[in-house]
């Protein structure tokens, strides 16, 4: 074990003022065992910690580092927008500007709002859907996370899962009585509900490609079944791309399995790595809002100007061609590559493991099973990701700490990087299958 006393100590520290010792209970090392180390910088699809060792990442701020970090043109970007002023509560330009971007960019999008997090837009889709229709039950799917609002927090991925709380404390059951919970990638279930509510469901909330239960995929024609069921009953399709947005494609998963949801929610990539969430979608929906309409949603810190100018900055980036590459074609080969390494070091060791990936998310699953929803995730060996999460640790790899959390590339990953965690990985493999 590597010794961190400089992160030790921090920690021990932070015990005594910080639940946990941490602001968000997945970074608490909890499902891998051990404490978390402590960052002092990071660059590129590097980080050091304050003990001074040097990793390569793939958690990347848990999606929003999809350039790196500490990219030039954003920093640069913040500054500049500091220097006139680190809020307002006013209108200003950047807004304008990023709402532009955000409707160029995604194709179902004709009007957004700007909030924090990618909590606040899940939570103010779905009011917004609520308001919109009429009618008061979502239904949403079992290892999707879309935050921890209240009446979203129902068999919950991420954290809420990772720690065996996907239903939390703390929420009145009368706050979810109106949510209901599916598997996922299961059309029959779906279809049950619809019948079984008929003109009571608001909308269906769905992260397209789910990537807070570890990641799995939609098979071919679930999200298009979605599309049409809602549409057939009069009720929203909401997709949650707070980590698929503008990663899988300029447009999100939408654009990626050319889906037109009515509303989508959004978050981490828009912020450039400040707080940010957003949600938008069809005007006649959005025109709901108030001042103009009767759905109540507002924020003192929404379209903060830092946080607008790094992620137009980051927007106009990912539009940018790198050499010859475009940022999403660098993050498919790159995402290949290591898939490609990654079973190749898996198979050589002979250790059953399920390499999910869409695009640059991805996760390992150590069972030999597919996994396709939930059920399927919970069957993996957690005690095995456990000792392979230490073992790149040591060999200076971060992946998530949690199998139930997605891995990120981003376009600042380089062959380097790919050939220590390929060779990190069958070290890995090779120390699991003894
Ligand atoms: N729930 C986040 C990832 N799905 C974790 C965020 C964090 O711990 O920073």
Redesign the pocket.
């Known amino acids: 074990m590597i010794s961190r006393p400089q992160s030790e100590a921090l920690f021990a520290e932070a015990l005594n003022y910080i639940p946990g010792g941490v602001n968000?209970p997945?970074?608490a090392f909890r499902a891998v065992g051990g404490q978390p180390f402590f960052v002092n910088h990071a660059a590129a699809a590097h980080v050091w910690t304050v003990d001074g060792e040097e990793l390569v990442d793939y958690v990347g701020t848990?999606g929003p580092a999809i350039l790196g970090h500490a990219h030039p043109k954003i920093i640069a970007a913040i500054k500049a927008a500091a220097d006139h002023g680190t809020s307002f509560g006013i209108p200003n330009p950047f807004e304008v500007t990023i709402a532009k971007l955000i409707v160029s960019l995604v194709p179902s999008v004709q009007k957004v709002r700007m909030c924090n997090s990618g909590t606040e837009a899940c939570m103010s889709a779905i009011r917004l859907a609520r308001g919109f229709t009429g009618r008061d039950k979502i239904v949403k799917f079992d290892g999707c996370?879309h935050g921890h609002t209240d009446s979203l927090l129902v068999k919950a991925g991420?954290?809420a899962l990772t720690f065996g709380h996907p239903d939390s404390a703390g929420v009145p059951a009368a706050f979810t009585q109106h949510t209901i919970v599916v598997p996922f990638n299961n059309v029959e279930a779906v279809k049950e509900v619809f019948s079984a509510n008929k003109d009571q469901i608001a909308g269906i909330i769905v992260e397209p490609v789910p990537g807070?239960a570890g990641l799995y995929l939609p098979k071919p024609g679930f999200l298009e079944f979605l599309r049409e069921i809602t549409a057939a009953h009069g009720s929203l399709l909401i997709f949650d791309e707070v980590m698929t947005g503008f990663r899988l494609a300029p447009g999100g998963a939408q654009q990626r399995f050319g889906i037109t949801p009515d509303l989508s929610t959004f978050g981490k990539i828009i912020g450039g790595g400040l707080p940010v969430g957003a949600f938008g979608g069809r005007a006649e929906i959005m025109d709901c809002l108030a001042p103009l309409g009767p759905v109540y949603q507002a924020g003192t810190l929404s379209g903060n100007p830092l946080a607008m100018a790094a992620g137009i900055a980051a927007l106009e980036e990912l539009g940018v061609s790198q050499k010859s590459e475009t940022p999403y074609a660098r993050l498919e080969n790159l995402g290949a590559q290591l898939e490609a390494g990654l079973k190749d070091a898996a198979k050589s060791a002979g250790v059953p493991v399920q390499f999910n990936r869409c695009g640059s998310m991805f996760c390992s699953y150590f069972t030999s099973a597919p996994v396709h929803n939930l059920d399927d995730a919970m069957k993996s060996d957690r005690e095995r990701f456990k000792r392979f999460f230490h073992a790149m640790l040591e060999a200076g790899v971060y992946l998530a700490p949690s199998q139930f959390?997605a891995g990120f590339l981003s376009t600042a990953h380089t062959a380097a990087d790919l050939e220590k965690t390929v060779q990190a990985a069958a070290a890995a493999m090779r120390a699991l299958s003894r």
């Open positions: 968000s997945v970074r848990w996370y991420s954290g807070n959390e």
